[in-house]
């Protein structure tokens, strides 16, 4: 019984145990999934969240895109409705719209601007450039009952910039070697730009001329010389440098691109030398040669320029900073050496990039894209020693007016004795003041002075069409002025006033016959001359004939349209500029002009003008003589001026100036942020 009753209890208290270990069971799944339901509806809130905030940033991204490309030039109205009426079209259900305020306006510079996200507003004369769009919504929950289930906001950030077309425009001269004869011409001419000498022979100056420097890669360089740092090119370009400052940089520029010949380095050096060495060492801004728009990017100079242009024009950036002239001897074939002095009046821009659209609707406003070359004065002065082609025009032309002589001391009343007064007065011999007539008379100076205005061009027009693009630039050839004549009573003065900023010079006849008189004694009666007191002449007592020309040459405007050019990675396509040739011109001018002009009498009564009319048979073989004479003197002379100075040298004959284009159309927007 007993062991009955021991057994019947103990599977009671199995039974009891194992009903109590499988509430337990149920229990415990039961939690496990409440919490796996809990947790795939907290991960589908979460995975709707990731997904409103993906399509907001899409939105934001659209939106910010939409504006940029809105911005066209500088108008952020048109952006922001351009950016909110994008967003509407993308944001999600349930959203509010996307608000005006939420859309900026700013300038993306990440060179300017370095804390990122390199935005804000723009500085004094930029422009914007980008857009930045901010949304921030709080959506509603998928399981508003789950207890601490807290709305969660949503902000998303976009940046968009602009990408502008980019064109350069850049001007140089056809020169395409530098033979033995210019050499010492470069060197004195640049050499006294700078206050000092050269001594750079033709090999040197022509591996200066064949070869060209990375515009980027020196302004960078620069910036890193001066302490400014890299890519910061608006602050380079506006920063006062000087000349072996500028050199310096070139030369860093070179060594670190490679593959620059040594005789390139040394060039470069000696006028580096020369320009650190001079007393006068003006400061000059980078801006002022190379024409880049504010705010630029670094793909907008990563262009290439002929490395003896840069250098031309830094050094005659100088010349026209200091304003010192610069001599060099000149020999001619026939003549004796003749010194010429030079001077730069403006200094060439020769290189010039922007954003066409914003030189288009200004082409002379601040965003212009616009380039020259050098304004330059020259004179020279010959005397007459130098002239030994007009030994001939003294005997032919003693010849020629041998029968005017008589004729004139009637008409001028110089030598007027008539009837019983003047044989009684001449009975035994009188003095009476007797016509003089001199050609040429001593000492004499011939001055000739040449400005040349050069070249300038600017962008006008462009299209980034399709298969089609273009460039187009308004090229003006500036009018040249001629001076031949005496700039003044010594060769010092003639130079002052050649060169003097404040009037243009004033241009006076030099005398090729000059009609005096002087006290003569006569014979018995009054017949024939026995003898002259020269210390009794007067010069232009009676006038005269002088040389003398203040002519200008004509400018003349012209459009050049640059199909298809290069992108500014590339070498540009150069048009020439269709103009006649300034030595041409000068020719033709003096062969039309009639350079011998009355010069007016000293003395009242007198004068060549009053009675030329009278003279016009007579003399008329004499002027054609003179002008033949004089136009074959000055021919020889004006020739090399222009030709060898300042073409070969200086780089201004309008005639060998050319205009290179490029465009990139890279254009629309990107996000930057």
């Known amino acids: 019984m007993n062991t009955r009753s021991g057994i019947r209890h103990r599977a009671v208290s199995v039974i009891s145990r194992s009903r109590r270990r499988s509430a337990g069971s149920i229990l415990i799944n039961t939690a496990i999934a409440l919490s796996l339901i809990v947790i795939t509806l907290i991960g589908t809130e979460l995975g709707y969240l990731f997904y409103l905030k993906r399509e907001l940033q899409k939105t934001a991204d659209l939106a910010a895109l939409a504006g940029a490309q809105g911005l066209g030039v500088n ?47 723009p500085d ?38 602009q990408q502008n077309p980019r064109a350069n425009l850049s001007i140089r001269t056809t020169l395409a070697t530098i033979d033995s004869t210019q050499s010492p011409l470069l060197n004195a001419i640049l050499g006294g730009f700078l206050g000092g000498g050269l001594n750079i022979d033709a090999v040197g100056w022509n591996g200066v001329l064949n070869t060209n420097v990375k515009l980027l890669t020196f302004i960078d360089q620069l910036g890193i010389n001066l302490g400014i740092g890299v890519g910061k090119y608006d602050q380079v370009l506006s920063t006062n440098v000087s000349v072996g400052t500028l050199i ?79 001599t060099a001897s000149l020999p001619l074939s026939g003549l004796a050496t003749i010194t010429t002095n030079v001077k730069v009046i403006e200094p060439p821009q020769l290189s010039a990039t922007g954003n066409p659209a914003l030189a288009k609707l200004n082409p002379t406003g601040p965003d212009q894209i616009y380039v020259r070359t050098a304004q330059v004065r020259t004179l020279i002065s010959i005397d007459l020693p130098a002239l030994s082609g007009i030994t001939s025009l003294v005997n032919a032309l003693t010849n020629a007016l041998a029968p005017v002589t008589d004729l004139l001391n009637n008409l001028l009343s110089l030598n007027l004795f008539t009837g019983l007064q003047n044989i009684l007065g001449c009975t035994l011999g009188c003095t009476r003041n007797v016509t003089d007539l001199k050609i040429l008379p001593a ?63 004033p241009v006076n006849p030099v005398p090729v016959i000059d009609i005096g008189s002087q006290s003569c004694q006569l014979g018995l009666l009054g017949i024939g001359v026995v003898s002259c007191d020269s210390s009794t002449r007067k010069a232009y007592y009676g006038g005269g004939l002088g040389l003398k020309a203040d002519v200008p040459v004509a400018s003349s405007t012209q459009s050049q349209f640059f199909a298809n050019p290069p992108t500014l990675d590339q070498p540009p396509t150069y048009l020439a500029i269709v103009t006649q040739n300034i030595v041409n011109s000068v020719s033709d001018t003096l062969k039309a002009l009639n350079l011998l002009i009355p010069i007016p009498p000293t003395a009242p009564g007198g004068g060549l003008s009053s009675v030329l009319s ?10 054609n003589i003179l002008t033949s004479v004089v136009s074959g003197v000055l021919s020889p002379l004006l020739d090399p001026l222009v030709n060898t100075l300042l ?27």
């Open 124 to 161: 004094s004369g930029q422009k914007f450039n980008a857009v930045r769009v901010t949304i921030s919504r709080t959506p509603q929950l998928l399981l508003a009952g789950i207890p601490g289930n807290q709305p969660r906001p949503i902000t998303v950030d976009a940046m968009a910039a």
């Open 614 to 623: 009278g003279l016009t048979n007579t003399l008329s073989s004499v002027i």
């Open 443 to 505: 000492p004499v100076r011939l001055d000739i002075s040449l400005d040349a205005g050069g070249a300038a061009s600017r962008v006008t027009d462009f299209s980034c069409t399709s298969g089609a693009t273009s460039l187009t630039a308004q090229t003006t050839t500036s009018a040249a002025t001629l001076r031949v004549g005496s700039l003044g009573a010594t060769a010092a003065a003639a130079k002052a006033n050649a060169f003097s900023s404040s009037a243009p010079p």
């Open 647 to 673: 073409s070969n040298v200086l780089g201004v004959n309008l005639a060998q100036a050319e205009v290179g284009g490029r465009l990139s159309c890279s254009s629309g927007a990107e996000l930057v942020y």
């Open 248 to 326: 310096q940089a070139m030369i860093d520029a070179l060594q670190r691109s490679g593959n620059t010949a040594q005789v390139v380095i040394d060039a470069l050096n000696a006028v580096k030398v020369t320009a650190t060495a001079a007393a006068a060492q003006p400061l000059l801004k980078l801006g002022d040669l190379l024409g880049v728009q504010t705010g630029t990017d670094a793909a907008a100079l990563n262009t290439d320029i002929q490395l003896f242009q840069l250098l031309q024009g830094v050094v005659q950036a100088a010349n026209a900073k200091n304003g010192l002239t610069a």
């Open 75 to 121: 108008n952020c109205a048109a952006a922001t409705n351009a950016a909110v009426t994008n967003a509407a079209q993308n944001m999600p259900v349930g959203l509010a719209p996307l608000a005006a305020e939420s859309v900026v306006c700013g300038r993306w510079d990440p060179a300017l601007k370095p804390t990122s996200p390199h935005f804000g507003p």
